[in-house]
């Protein structure tokens, strides 16, 4: 079974600076996607970003971007330029591509507080 | 385009008691999925339709839960028998072309307590 760990409970950061999130999976499956959804106080999930494994270039959505390492199973989050409106809850989430099921698998989640 | 409405956004409910959430998909959307969310987890899959299909179940979603999803349009998630276990948050999402890899557009969620 795939299982997705965020190792980082809460995280902050200033207004303007940059910060970097981690997740790291584990799946026997080659081929499969990777997301981060973002969660505020509103706890409507938003989707941020997402990448397929067999694409070896990294995601990027305006301040967002991911660093995958396939090899090491590592998918992590860099929100450049933070902003107050980025303070939320951030998960990871996996989705197999082989075997027929589309659930998500999500980690248990980042805190981020973005300070002024 | 309104997003995806959950009804109602709180239930509190005693113990043995039958609840039952509602979720409107984005119009058109051909996939609606349900998720359940505690305190300090992620969300956790229980199901998922597609039009009126219920396609895939998790072991999560035992004999008491039960999902319909009449005409491929609303769906409703009937809780039998509630236990305090099952507090948690349920949400609902959609997505619109039912491809694997796509973006789900999820709702804010009901929040059921049960004491």
């Known amino acids: 079974a795939q299982t997705v760990t965020q190792s980082q409970p809460e995280m902050s950061v200033q207004e303007a600076e940059t910060v970097t999130l981690s997740c790291t999976y584990d799946?026997?499956?080659?081929?499969?996607?990777l997301f981060w959804y973002k969660q505020p106080p509103s706890r409507q999930m938003i989707l941020v970003i997402r990448?397929?494994?067999?694409?070896?270039q990294n995601a990027t959505e305006n301040r967002f971007s991911v660093n995958f390492q396939k090899a090491a199973k590592s998918f992590s989050l860099k929100i450049s330029d933070s902003q107050l409106g980025d303070t939320a809850m951030y998960f990871c989430?996996?989705?197999?591509?082989?075997?027929?099921?589309?659930?998500?698998?999500f980690g248990k989640g980042t805190k981020l507080t973005v300070n002024p | 385009d309104t997003g995806v409405s959950q009804d109602p956004r709180h239930k509190i409910t005693k113990r043995g008691q039958n609840v039952t959430f509602r979720c409107d998909p984005i119009?058109?959307?051909?996939?609606l999925y349900w998720y359940r969310q505690t305190l300090g987890q992620g969300p956790e899959f229980l199901t998922y339709?597609?039009?009126?299909?219920?396609?895939?179940k998790s072991r999560l979603l035992s004999d008491r839960f039960s999902a319909e999803r009449p005409k491929g349009s609303f769906s409703t998630l009937e809780i039998q028998r509630t236990e305090q276990g099952d507090s948690a948050m349920y949400l609902c999402?959609?997505?619109?072309?039912?491809?694997?890899?796509?973006?789900?557009?999820f709702g804010s969620g009901t929040q059921l307590s049960v004491l």
């Open positions: 999402a959609s997505s619109q072309d039912g491809t694997t890899n796509e973006k789900l557009f």
């Open positions: 799946t026997s499956e080659n081929n499969y996607y």
């Open positions: 990448q397929e494994a067999y694409k070896q």
């Open positions: 989430a996996f989705q197999g591509a082989q075997g027929g099921s589309e659930k998500l698998v």
């Open positions: 119009s058109e959307h051909n996939r």
């Open positions: 339709f597609q039009n009126e299909a219920q396609l895939e």
